[in-house]
């Protein structure tokens, strides 16, 4: 399994980051690759998303499900079609300001985004290559493409979320062996 993990504070009490990550279509505008999604659900356990995505000459259409909240802390997911992974947002409030923390905040939470994914997973018929193209070289050029991604989501977000732009830290979390 290889695995995309990045944090960041962001301050705000965690109801209130739930909240503004509870609402996934919302992600399409953060997302240079993302291109549109569509939900059947209320962000509940079982709530369904298609996640349409497009980069270099391929498109392709994700299925997703979440499987647990635990509000105000954290959202599991799967991907249901075509790829093994899965995911979460984790919100862990924090006992005490960063040193660097804006002069008006009164609290801080480190957010996460986590994803854990089997590239051996896809097969060659489960996504429209062009013509000559192997699977396996997209599965090499698309890894750094999605670890930006992630950070490129986690600090648009921060700036919407907290109503302000500012420089955001992102903490790179790399899994044992890595």
């Known amino acids: 399994m290889d695995e995309i993990a990045v944090s960041t504070v962001v301050?705000?009490?965690?109801?209130?980051?739930?909240?503004?990550?509870?609402?996934?279509?919302?992600?399409?505008?953060?997302?240079?690759?993302l291109r549109d999604v569509r939900q059947s659900g209320d962000g509940s356990p079982g709530t369904r998303y298609a996640l349409y995505f497009s980069w270099w000459k391929l498109t392709y259409t994700a299925e997703s499900k979440v499987t647990d909240v635990t509000p105000p802390a954290r959202i599991?997911?799967?991907?249901?079609?075509?790829v093994h992974a899965v995911g979460r947002w984790r919100i862990e409030e924090l006992d005490d300001l960063p040193a660097e923390a804006p002069s008006d905040a009164d609290t801080a939470c480190r957010v996460f985004f986590e994803v854990e994914y089997d590239p051996d997973s896809v097969s060659?018929?489960?996504?429209?290559?062009?013509?000559?193209?192997?699977?396996?070289w997209v599965i090499d050029k698309l890894r750094p493409v999605l670890q930006k991604e992630a950070e490129r989501i986690v600090e648009r977000i921060v700036a919407d979320i907290e109503g302000r732009p500012r420089r955001v830290e992102l903490t790179i979390h790399a899994k044992p062996g890595s």
């Open 11 to 33: 301050y705000l009490p965690p109801e209130e980051i739930y909240e503004f990550l509870v609402d996934f279509p919302r992600y399409a505008d953060y997302s240079k690759h």
């Open 76 to 82: 599991d997911w799967t991907i249901t079609k075509d």
């Open 124 to 136: 060659a018929g489960d996504i429209d290559l062009p013509r000559f193209v192997s699977l396996g």
